[in-house]
Structures are given as C-alpha cells and as structure tokens.
C-alpha cells in the first residue's frame, strides 16, 4: 500500500465531514453569505502568504535541484495562479491585496500557520510535505467533489470560479504531484517515522476543519 493510501485512510473520517460542512455545502448551492466568504477569503489569502513561506523553508532544506524546483514551482503556484482568484473576488469586495495584508489574523489563521511554519523550521522536507499535503489535496478532494455532484447547475453560483479552480485539472495535476512525490520522499522510512509523519498529516487535517469553523461562524 503507497504511503499516502495509508493517510487517506486515516483521515478519511474527517474529510467526508468536510464535504457536509455547512459553508462546503452553502458554497455548491451558492447560498452562503457574501460576508462569511469576504472574511475566508482575507483569512486565506493571510493564510497562502504564510504557507507560501513554509515552501521557502523547504527550498532552503531539500539536498537535490529537483526537491528544490518541487518546492520552488509551490512557492510560484501558491503566490501567484492561486492567490489570483482571492485577489479578484476581494477587489469585487472592494479591496486591494495590500489592504487585506493589514488585516488581523484570526487565532486559526494565526495557529495553523505557526505550527507549520514551527515544523519547516525544525523539520525535513518530509515533514515539511506531510504537514502542507492537506491543503493541496484536500482543497483538491473537495473541489472535485463540487464538480462532480454540483458542476451542471454553477452558471448563476457566485462562487463557481472558486469551484473551478480547486477542482481543476492544473490544481488536480498540482495536488496529483504532491502525492506522488510524498511516496516518494517517504519510501523505506521506519515505523516510528511513519506514526510520525502520520500524527502531522492528521493534525493538519484537523486544523483544515477549524478553518472551515472559522470561516463559517457568526461575527458580531
Ligand atoms: C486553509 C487552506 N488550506 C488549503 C488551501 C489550499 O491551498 C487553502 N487555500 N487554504
């Protein structure tokens, strides 16, 4: 069994609750709140920026040209092909990037980058690609998922080009990527590396569902 067929496995109870997560499933209808997604969509493009320098360590650590460049195309797909779509619906919101760089970040936004950020520095790139790989793949599980059961009925969905992108061929080529390249970092490691590893990419995933409770709560 691959290594991240291993992972999947593991979290696989917590990413089908992602699925039903009422802001998951407000988006598909396009019903949720413009507010509620203004405020996720500040908190992630605060979030992308942090995790964008999670990469940067990586290319800092990786030993070969070709982790490097692994890391480097993360580095470039994150700051740029998807900060593009939080870019241009924050500017219908009426913001500019540098504006939304001056907001706060919520203690979520704030503890999940830390922790990863706090495992890049300390870490190996293993670490460092188990602790990000739920992000891509999960944005990627749910994307597609959209588009599979929701992708006939997005022509009027305010939040279709968001939609579209996770659960696009180049984000699925992206996260397909990521999970090939895990396996291949983590072929012959040892069992006590393994529960490691998995320990990470469990609390990563858990720390996608706070986000999604973050961004779906009432503010007042
Ligand atoms: C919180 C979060 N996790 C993962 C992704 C996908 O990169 C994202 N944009 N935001």
């Keep these: 069994m691959k290594f991240t067929d291993y992972l999947f496995e593991e979290v696989k109870p917590v990413w089908e609750e992602y699925l039903i997560h009422p802001f998951i499933k407000e988006i598909a209808d396009g019903t949720l709140d413009k507010e509620?997604?203004?405020?996720y969509l500040i908190q992630d493009y605060l979030y992308l920026k942090e995790y964008a320098k999670v990469?940067?360590?990586?290319?800092?650590?990786a030993q070969t040209m070709k982790d490097m460049k692994f890391f480097y195309k993360s580095i470039k797909g994150t700051m740029e092909d998807e900060t593009a779509v939080h870019i241009k619906y924050l500017?219908?919101?009426g913001m500019e990037p540098e504006e939304v760089e001056k907001?706060?970040?919520?203690l979520t936004t704030s503890s999940y980058t830390s922790y990863m950020q706090a495992l890049a520095l300390?870490?190996?790139?293993?670490?460092?690609?188990i602790a990000t790989l739920p992000c891509t793949w999960s944005y990627n599980y749910i994307g597609k998922y959209l588009l599979e059961n929701h992708g006939n009925e997005l022509e009027n969905n305010f939040y279709r080009h968001w939609i579209e992108l996770y659960g696009s061929e180049g984000f699925t080529d992206f996260s397909d990527a990521?999970?090939?390249y895990t396996d291949r970092i983590c072929?012959?490691?040892?069992?006590?590396?393994?529960?490691?590893?998995?320990?990470?990419?469990?609390?990563?995933?858990?720390y996608e569902m706070e986000f999604?409770?973050?961004a779906y709560k009432e503010r007042t």
């Design 178 to 180: 990521w999970i090939e």
């Design 36 to 39: 509620k997604f203004k405020y």
């Design 212 to 214: 999604w409770h973050m």
């Design 55 to 61: 990469f940067c360590v990586g290319v800092v650590k």
């Design 122 to 129: 300390t870490g190996d790139i293993r670490e460092i690609a």
């Design 103 to 106: 907001c706060e970040y919520d």
């Design 91 to 93: 500017k219908d919101f």
């Design 187 to 206: 072929e012959n490691i040892c069992e006590s590396e393994r529960k490691k590893l998995r320990d990470i990419f469990i609390k990563a995933s858990i």
